[in-house]
């Protein structure tokens, strides 16, 4: 069974790094890639970033790009959102989601559960 | 950037209504759309991808039409557990996700 489990809920204040986690399980991690979603309170997705764990390719949203990074170790099939200075506005659920078939970025057909980061002096 | 409109933005219906949902891209995606619904609480679920084609294991009374820059999500005889909110996702230039329809009860 594909699962995706992700870190637990965060608080941080603004100014603060963040990094959390997405671990793979169920298939084979390094032949689909894995995509962050955000979602703030009350409103839509985001797509913000995607990387392929076989080879680390990534790819960023405009909306995104320079503002997180999307990182994975494929020695324990797990993959990362970081952030090197968070502000208030990046409170918000994310989540992780693998492509549906390998190879192809999407569609998303697994979601892992979501983590919500809070961010507030 | 593809940008993805989806039109009502909410739709007040009653159970066994067949609703449909509308979403427009800004340019050309061919057939490169997906539909996720999403409860209250939890995690999106992928509904239809490529336009038309019904994932494994969702009921079929959902189904997806359209191509190039008009696409509809169709629901027929709306059972209770798909009041939620539904997102369009182009995935032909990276992805962009519609900004969602909320199914309310009427």
């Known amino acids: 069974e594909v699962q995706l489990v992700q870190s637990g809920a965060e608080v941080k204040k603004p100014g603060e790094s963040l990094k959390i986690s997405c671990k793979g399980s169920?298939?084979?991690?390094?032949?689909?890639?894995i995509a962050w979603v955000r979602q703030m309170p009350g409103k839509g997705l985001e797509w913000m970033g995607i990387?392929?764990?076989?080879?680390?390719?990534?790819r960023y949203s405009p909306s995104f790009q320079g503002q997180v990074t999307v990182s994975a170790d494929k020695s324990i099939s797990t993959a990362y959102l970081q952030w090197s200075s968070l502000k208030a506005s990046d409170t918000a659920m994310y989540y992780c989601?693998?492509?549906?078939?390998?190879?192809?970025?999407?569609?998303?057909?697994?979601w892992g559960q979501g983590t919500l980061v809070t961010v507030s002096s | 950037d593809i940008q993805m409109t989806q039109s009502p933005s909410t739709l007040p219906a009653s159970v066994g209504d067949r609703v449909t949902i509308t979403c427009r891209a800004s340019?050309?995606?061919?057939?490169?759309l997906a539909w996720y619904q999403q409860q209250p609480g939890k995690a999106p679920k992928l509904l239809i991808h490529?336009?038309?084609s019904l994932e494994s294991g969702v009921p079929s009374r959902f189904s997806g039409s359209g191509s190039g820059t008009e696409f509809t999500l169709t629901i027929n005889s709306l059972q209770p557990d798909d009041f939620a909110t539904y997102y369009c996702?182009?995935?032909?230039?990276?992805?962009?996700f519609g900004q969602g329809t909320k199914v309310e009860i009427k």
């Open positions: 169920g298939y084979s991690f390094t032949s689909y890639w």
């Open positions: 990387i392929y764990p076989g080879d680390s390719d990534t």
């Open positions: 490529k336009a038309s």
């Open positions: 340019q050309s995606i061919s057939s490169w």
């Open positions: 996702q182009q995935y032909k230039t990276y992805a962009t």
């Open positions: 989601a693998r492509a549906l078939v390998d190879r192809s970025m999407d569609p998303l057909g697994y």
